[in-house]
Every structure is written in structure tokens, then in C-alpha cells.
């Protein structure tokens, strides 16, 4: 399990925390201010189908979804992040 400083680019940018595993990526924020669905928000892994970046000052990570949803999210480490993504998603 690898955690990763992020934030979650959904109506502004909401700070927190990713986890990844072999079986999802979750996004988690004390934020109470934000819905319920994004404060533990768990990509199942079989469910991802891309990752896209660009770079806007930070790197900006896209996750596609199977059912069409995205979630942007900045990640403060790109390289480790690719790194253990790839290790997990195999």
C-alpha cells in the first residue's frame, strides 16, 4: 500500500490523500464541506481503464472510469505514482 499527497480537482480543489493498492485507489479528505461520495472516494482498479496527465503548474492526473465517470486529481509525486500504479494495475 503506497499513499500519495494529492488533491481532487472537483468544484475547486479539495485537498487530501490518495491510497493505492492492488485492489483500489481511494481518495480521502477530512473536509467536511464536501459530499459524503468524495470524502472516501474508492476506485475499484478492475473499474480504471486510463490514467491521462497534462500539466497545469502541477502534474494532473485523469482517472477513466469504466462507466464514463473521471476524477482529476493533482499528484505531488508523478514518477512514484506511475511507478507503483503500473506495479498494481498489472
Same mark, same amino acid.
Given at each position: 500500500?503506497? %499513499?500519495? #499527497? ?6 475547486? #480543489? ?9 485492489? +483500489?485507489? &481511494? ?6 464541506? /464536501? +459530499?459524503? =461520495?468524495? @470524502?472516501?472516494?474508492?476506485? $475499484?482498479?478492475?473499474?480504471? &481503464?486510463?490514467? +491521462?496527465? =497534462?500539466?497545469? /503548474?502541477? $502534474?494532473?492526473?485523469? /482517472?477513466?472510469? =469504466?462507466?464514463?465517470? @473521471? %476524477? ?5 509525486? =508523478? $514518477?512514484?505514482? *506511475?511507478?507503483?500504479?503500473? *506495479? %498494481? +494495475? @498489472?
Amino acid at each position: 500500500m503506497k %499513499y500519495f #499527497i494529492c488533491s481532487l480537482c472537483h468544484n475547486g #480543489i479539495l485537498g487530501g490523500g490518495l491510497c493505492l493498492d492492488e485492489q +483500489s485507489l &481511494t481518495f480521502k479528505t477530512n473536509k467536511l464541506t /464536501v +459530499s459524503e =461520495k468524495y @470524502r472516501n472516494l474508492v476506485l $475499484p482498479m478492475r473499474e480504471i &481503464t486510463e490514467i +491521462s496527465w =497534462k500539466w497545469i /503548474v502541477f $502534474p494532473v492526473a485523469t /482517472v477513466h472510469m =469504466k462507466n464514463g465517470e @473521471r %476524477y482529476s486529481f493533482i499528484i505531488f509525486n =508523478k $514518477p512514484r505514482f *506511475e511507478k507503483w500504479f503500473n *506495479e %498494481y +494495475s @498489472r
